[in-house]
């Protein structure tokens, strides 16, 4: 597949080609006319008018052919701009996770390198080539997304080339109700955005790009033992054990409104529209992640929603996962929640930490909401003095995440939480490789406004469950 680089020395190639046949042609032009000058005549041969003509078609063919090039390199050239842009943001470092035994390059938008010493961590079972995408490889370069990006490149070039941005894209959509496929490498900047703004992403989650409605991932589900025996004994078979971890694209679909006279008007529009859609696709993913596949009103109403989150629609979460294959990985059951000791902060926390150890599992992060870090920020001793963390606590990467809701159980109005500990780069995201973007201009056409939908599609799966656990209704600030 070629890069942009070189779909730009391709243009640069053949608008240098069309310029020597313009020049061509008028230089020919010029010297029929220069000829007939010279020799004192006011008019031209038959045969010098047909030259003349055939120079016309040429180099009005050329000026057709540069003008084309000019627009194709304007494209590629805001493309190539936007690539550099990210690459530079890679290039900052931001804490992340790290799973045992394994070294990641962290960059800023969460992304990790895989290991250089071992193959992918995960592998398709159609085609063994690697499932995940690595931290520190853009959404777009990935195997899948590049081979499915070369069957789309003629389609995606068009569009790129006629608009120049997803902006513009967006801009030339704001005036009639419309729905299109995004060019990957627009697509692709949306997910890395996405992938910076979401927290279980930052914290390890791995993001696995799905050709198909359904992806099947081998893992290993059983590890082998070992024994001691005596001799001349028997030595007892015991294999690792392997099945799949299947991704199945559920639909989302993230809403973002602004008025018609900021569409057509603002410069950075772009940058915006890419921003917009990112946060609020990593919002819902953050909440579906952790969240997703609570059906029932006593579950869902005792985590602060209002609804529930059946499956299908939605993906089948970190909760809703234990609580049906692993419940004793899910901690805290108190009717009026569980009040943090001042003398003893930790313990809950750390509770949850060593439910992951017990079934050897190691965990690399911990997520909560900004009330619960808060809470546990604010623990001092009889002096005053700031309580010191938990050095298992302290050890492990802390993400907040405001989608972890404070809602009220029993008597704690308002102030219980729930607390996630894992292995966060157990937590698989199904990525589907298409973004539809669509425009509303009836709905919100009254107040002057425009709609644009992105439907992203995906489905969120654990590896092994074990290497999780929840802590339930603790009661932060």
Not at 3 to 25: C, F, S, W
Not at 254 to 277: H, K, M, P, T
Request: charged share 20%; aromatic share 6%; hydrophobic share 40%.
């Amino acid at each position: 597949m070629p890069t942009i680089n070189d779909l730009i020395r391709q243009y640069e190639g053949d608008r240098a080609r069309a310029v020597q046949q313009r020049d061509a042609a008028t230089a020919q032009a010029r010297s029929v006319l220069d000829t007939a000058k010279a020799e004192g005549r006011s008019h031209l041969t038959t045969p010098e008018e047909r030259t003349i003509e055939a120079a016309a078609a040429r180099r009005q063919d050329a000026a057709r052919l540069i003008e084309n090039c000019d627009a194709q390199l304007t494209a590629l050239r805001a493309a190539q701009a936007d690539e550099a842009r990210i690459e530079a943001e890679q290039a900052q470092r931001l804490p992340g996770a790290q799973p045992p035994g394994r070294t990641f390059e962290e960059t800023l938008d969460g992304r990790r390198s895989g290991p250089a010493d071992s193959g992918p961590l995960w592998v398709r079972r159609t085609d063994d080539k690697p499932a995940v995408v690595a931290r520190s490889q853009r959404f777009a370069d990935h195997t899948i997304v590049a081979e499915y990006a070369a069957r789309r490149a003629a389609q995606d070039q068009h569009v790129v080339g006629h608009h120049g941005s997803l902006g513009e894209m967006v801009r030339a959509m704001s005036t009639t109700s419309g729905s299109a496929l995004v060019p990957t490498v627009w697509a692709g900047n949306i997910i890395d955005r996405a992938r910076n703004a979401s927290r279980v992403l930052t914290a390890g989650a791995q993001i696995v790009p799905m050709d198909a409605k359904t992806v099947q991932i081998g893992r290993l589900a059983g590890d082998p033992t070992a024994a001691f025996r005596t001799e001349g004994s028997l030595i007892t078979a015991s294999d690792p054990t392997f099945d799949n971890v299947t991704l199945e694209a559920k639909t989302m679909s993230a809403l973002v409104v602004g008025s018609l006279e900021w569409f057509q008007d603002a410069e950075n529009v772009d940058e915006v529209v890419s921003n917009a859609i990112a946060q609020a696709m990593a919002t819902e993913l953050d909440r579906q992640a952790l969240f997703g596949g609570l059906t029932t009103g006593g579950e869902v109403g005792a985590t602060g929603f209002n609804t529930t989150f059946p499956t299908p629609p939605n993906p089948r979460g970190v909760l809703a996962t234990l609580l049906a294959v692993a419940s004793s990985s899910v901690l805290g059951s108190g009717a009026n929640g569980t009040a943090i000791t001042g003398t003893t902060p930790w313990n809950e926390v750390l509770d949850t930490i060593y439910t992951v150890r017990q079934f050897n599992e190691e965990p690399n992060a911990i997520l909560w909401n900004a009330k619960m870090a808060q809470k546990l920020a604010k623990t001092y001793d009889t002096t005053g003095q700031p309580l010191t963390m938990a050095p298992d606590v302290a050890g492990l990467e802390r993400y907040i995440t405001n989608q972890i809701p404070s809602f009220t159980q029993g008597t704690a109005t308002g102030t219980a939480t729930d607390v996630f500990v894992g292995d966060f780069t157990q937590l698989l995201i199904g990525q589907r490789l298409d973004v539809q973007i669509q425009t509303l201009t009836e709905r919100y056409a009254e107040f002057g406004q425009i709609g644009i939908v992105a439907h992203w599609r995906g489905d969120v799966a654990l590896a092994r469950p074990r290497a999780f656990a929840v802590y339930r209704y603790l009661i932060g600030a």
